[in-house]
T-cell receptor
Framework: AQSVTQLDSHVSVSEGTPVLLRCNYS??????LFWYVQHPNKGLQLLLK??????LVKGINGFEAEFKKSETSFHLTKPSAHMSDAAEYFC?????????????FGKGTHLIIQP | NAGVTQTPKFRILKIGQSMTLQCTQD?????MYWYRQDPGMGLKLIYY???????DKGEVPNGYNVSRSTTEDFPLRLELAAPSQTSVYFC???????????????FGPGTRLTVT
């Protein structure tokens, strides 16, 4: 069985400071991991994904995430926050070979950017 | 490409009414999904389809029905609306081959449904 835990329901940072959104997962197999972003009243958009290649994954809009198997973590970071980064972020895990119902979504982290 | 489109954007239903949420994708994806999103929660899978004519239940299928007569369309039917079905509904699609993990999903903009 797989699960994903987003450790913070809300994160608030000042514009121009680093962003860290934390995600831990559990999986019986080699997982694929994703981060999605959801802006207000919009659908989800893929930020980045890990599928057993490089452990440091670069995504859109300056975000990146590092897969750490020993820590079962896949934290999302960005060096300098921008006002447009304010949104809901979801960490998602999928087990290798999992079917369509093999995706598990975290509960989300609401990112607030202070001017 | 329009991607994944959903209609309507908003709807208010009375208890016991029925309605169909429409979803269309133009990316020739084989997999399609319906999720619901409740406040403070992640997405929960209602139904999914691996291709035309094939559908299967997700985590929370009760009170819903789906059909997949074409690759492009995947409507979600609510037969007897209940207040517990007040939620935001997202349709998504992906291209996934049999032995590979589920790939990137493309989401529609959502339908905000209120049942009173």
């Amino acid at each position: 069985a797989q699960s994903v835990t987003q450790l913070d329901s809300h994160v608030s940072v000042s514009e121009g400071t680093p962003v860290l959104l934390r995600c831990n997962y559990s999986s019986s197999y080699s997982p694929s991991l994703f981060w999605y972003v959801q802006h207000p009243n919009k659908g989800l958009q893929l930020l980045l994904k890990y599928t057993s290649a490089a452990t440091l994954v670069k995504g859109i809009n300056g975000f990146e995430a590092e897969f750490k198997k020993s820590e079962t973590s896949f934290h999302l970071t960005k060096p300098s926050a921008h006002m447009s980064d304010a949104a809901e972020y979801f960490c998602v895990v999928s087990e290798t070979g999992g079917g369509a119902d093999g995706l598990t979504f975290g509960k989300g982290t609401h990112l607030i950017i202070q001017p | 490409n329009a991607g994944v489109t959903q209609t309507p954007k908003f709807r208010i239903l009375k208890i016991g009414q029925s309605m169909t949420l429409q979803c269309t994708q133009d990316m020739n994806h084989n997999y399609m999904y319906w999720y619901r999103q409740d406040p403070g929660m992640g997405l929960k899978l209602i139904y999914y389809s691996v291709g035309a004519g094939i559908t299967d239940k997700g985590e929370v299928p009760n009170g819903y029905n789906v059909s997949r007569s074409t690759t492009e369309d995947f409507p979600l039917r609510l037969e007897l609306a209940a207040p517990s079905q007040t939620s935001v509904y997202f349709c998504a699609s992906s291209f996934t081959s049999g032995s590979q993990p589920a790939g990137e999903q493309y989401f529609g903009p959502g339908t905000r449904l209120t049942v009173t």
